[in-house]
C-alpha cells in the first residue's frame, strides 16, 4: 500500500459578513503554512455565485500560491468546464505547469453551483454531458496534439497550444466525483484520477467503494488502468486538543456555514438546519470530525475500511474557527494524524518500548557497574568517594 498523502481542498468558504480580501489573502496564507508542515497538495475551486465561495479563478490563486511555496502541488479544484472554452483552459494550466514547474494538477468538473451556470445561461441539466465531450480531447490538447473538434457550444478548429507540458507526458488529471456514478465513469474512460468531494457525506460514503468500482470496470473495458494513489477523498475536519474545545473554537463559525450549506448542497446533502446543534449532528453522522488528532484518525481507518486504499486525504478548508485556531488545527493534524499513517515514528515507539520493559534490568546492572567504580577508587586510595 502506498503512502496516504495529505492536503487542503479550498472551495473556499468564506462568510459574506467578512472581508472578502481578507478571505483571499488567507487562503494563500494557509497554503504557505500548511506547505511548511508538509502537506503534499492544495487545491482550490471554481465558483462565481452564491457570496461565499469567492475564488473564481483557480488559476489565480494557484499562480500566486506558487510563488509562496516550495513543495506543495497545487490544483484546480475544479475547473467547471462547461463555462470555458478547452484551448484556453489548457493553455493556462500548462502555463502554469512551467511557472510552477511541475506542480500543478488538472481538476475539472461539470459545475457545482446551478446560479453559476443560471447566470450565463448554460441549462443545468446538460452540465455532465458537456463536460463528457471535453474529456475526449484534453489529453491531446494538454499534450500539444493538434485537435480539431466541434460541439454545440465550442469549436477547435486545428487548434493547439503555445506550450508544450513541463511535466511528461502532460500535468496529472482529475475529475469531480460526488454520488452520482458519472465521475467514476468518466475517469474510468480516461484513466483520470478522482476528486471524491462527498466522500463523508451519508450518500457519499454509502457509494465510495460502488464508483472506485465503477471507475475500475470502465477502465478495464478501455485498456486503461486506475490508480488508487491519485484517488482523492475530501473531509471536513477541525481537529484541537479536546474534543470540549474543538467544539467551542467552532461553535459559531459552523452555525452560519450550516445556513449556507443548506441552501447550496444537493437535496441528499442537506438537513443540518434547524435539526439541533449542528455540531452533534455532523459528528454523530460521520459527516465531519470536530475532535481531536485521534478522532481525525478513526475517520480516516473508517475511509479506508469503506473505500480500500486511496491516495490523499484532503482536508475541507471551511474555515468554521478563528484564525489562529484554524492554523493550530492544521498543526495538531500535521503532528499526529500525518505521522500515524505514514509509520514515522515506528522506530522511536520501538524505542521507547524497548527502554520500558528493559529499565528495571539495565538499571540494576548500571547501579552494579557504579558500585564497582567506588570500590575500585576506594582500595586505590583507602578513601570513599564523594
Not at 468531494?197 to 465503477?214: R, S
Amino acid at each position: 500500500m502506498s503512502t496516504l498523502q495529505h492536503g487542503l481542498f479550498i472551495a473556499p468558504y468564506h462568510d459574506v459578513n467578512e472581508s472578502p480580501t481578507i478571505g483571499l489573502r488567507r487562503d494563500l496564507e494557509i497554503v504557505e503554512w500548511v506547505d511548511r508542515l508538509g502537506f503534499a497538495e492544495a487545491w482550490f475551486g471554481e465558483h462565481h455565485s452564491t457570496g461565499w465561495e469567492t475564488i473564481c479563478s483557480p488559476e489565480l490563486m494557484i499562480a500566486a500560491a506558487a510563488e509562496r511555496t516550495s513543495r506543495i502541488r497545487l490544483g484546480t479544484g475544479v475547473v467547471s468546464m462547461p463555462y470555458h472554452n478547452p484551448l484556453m483552459v489548457v493553455n493556462r494550466i500548462l502555463q502554469l505547469d512551467h511557472m510552477t514547474m511541475g506542480r500543478v494538477m488538472f481538476g475539472m468538473g461539470p459545475g457545482l453551483l446551478p446560479t453559476d451556470a443560471d447566470m450565463i445561461g448554460v441549462d443545468i441539466k446538460s452540465l455532465r454531458e458537456k463536460l463528457t465531450e471535453v474529456a475526449e480531447i484534453i489529453v491531446p490538447l494538454l499534450r500539444g496534439e493538434e485537435v480539431t473538434h466541434k460541439t454545440d457550444w465550442y469549436t477547435l478548429n486545428k487548434a493547439r497550444t503555445h506550450l508544450l507540458p513541463y511535466t511528461q507526458p502532460h500535468p496529472e488529471i482529475a475529475v469531480a466525483s460526488a454520488i452520482t456514478p458519472s465521475g467514476g465513469m468518466l475517469a474510468g474512460k480516461y484513466g483520470f484520477g478522482m476528486l471524491c468531494v462527498a466522500a463523508t457525506e451519508t450518500a457519499g460514503f454509502d457509494v465510495l467503494d460502488e464508483n472506485w468500482k465503477i471507475a475500475n470496470e470502465v477502465a478495464a473495458e478501455n485498456g486503461v488502468e486506475m490508480d488508487p494513489a491519485k484517488l482523492r477523498l475530501v473531509v471536513p475536519m477541525h481537529v484541537a486538543a479536546t474534543r470540549e474545545k474543538a467544539r467551542a473554537d467552532v461553535a459559531e463559525g459552523l452555525a452560519r456555514w450550516v445556513e449556507y450549506f443548506d441552501r447550496v448542497a444537493p437535496a441528499g446533502m442537506r438537513g443540518m438546519s434547524g435539526a439541533g446543534d449542528p455540531a452533534e449532528l455532523l459528528v454523530n453522522a460521520g459527516r465531519a470530525v470536530i475532535g481531536t488528532p485521534d478522532d481525525a484518525i478513526a475517520m480516516i481507518e473508517k475511509l479506508q475500511a469503506k473505500q480500500g486504499e486511496f491516495g490523499v486525504v484532503l482536508l475541507q478548508a471551511h474555515n468554521w474557527a478563528e484564525w489562529e485556531e484554524t492554523k493550530k488545527s492544521y498543526e495538531l493534524y500535521a503532528r499526529f494524524v500525518m505521522p500515524h499513517f505514514a509509520g514515522t515514528n515506528r522506530n522511536r515507539q520501538s524505542s521507547y518500548g524497548d527502554l520500558t520493559n528493559a529499565i528495571d534490568r539495565l538499571e540494576s546492572q548500571r547501579t552494579a557497574g557504579a558500585d564497582a567504580a567506588f570500590a575500585q577508587w576506594e582500595k586505590k586510595t583507602g578513601r570513599k568517594a564523594g
